[in-house]
């Protein structure tokens, strides 16, 4: 018997934001399904409008298990996890035997597949995309929060959008947050 999907299934349960009062929750399932979706537009943006060459179906599923580590070790609030590059050092240490953890949980024939999906390569260019797509879903989380009137998440949309312009050096995320990312400061009424 393998743990692995029961696992995967709790991602709903790990509630992101803890130190931040939200309007709305948000689950690092809800999160990831985001990301998935942003990375997935930035891979075909990247091919269709920039030559690019990357399989966006690969990009979205790397994107949906990009947080199955915190099913174990849990949301680590930002202010923590970077106060210093020890702590972080530690952190990506315990994120990766959380996954190393979850991937026994597999099949030994499945184990290789899902290790490509969940272990992160910095050097991959899907990999930058699908870190590019979850600071975009941050950003969007605290732009809905602001819209919403509530200023705790005033700092982190602020500096949010500060990363994302460091990955406006790739053309495919620059277009995205030029084509899409205003929209989200708008009612359902003003989207029609």
Known sequence: MYHFFAYMARMKLIRRWSLMKSVTDENIAEHSAQVAQIAHALALIKNRKFGGNLNPDRVA?????HE?????TGDLPTPIKYYNPEIRKAYKE????????????LPEELREDYRELMVEDPSSYE???VKAADKISAYIKCVEE?????????KAEKSLREEIRKYEIYDEVRYFCEMFLAT?????DELE
């Open 61 to 65: 599923t790397m994107a949906l298990y």
């Open 68 to 72: 199955t580590s915190e099913v174990l």
């Open 94 to 105: 315990i994120e990766g035997i959380a996954n190393e953890k979850l991937l026994s949980m």
């Open 127 to 129: 990999y930058i995309l």
């Open 146 to 154: 602001l819209r919403s009137g509530n200023r705790e998440f005033a």
């Open 184 to 188: 989200f400061r708008k009612t359902l």
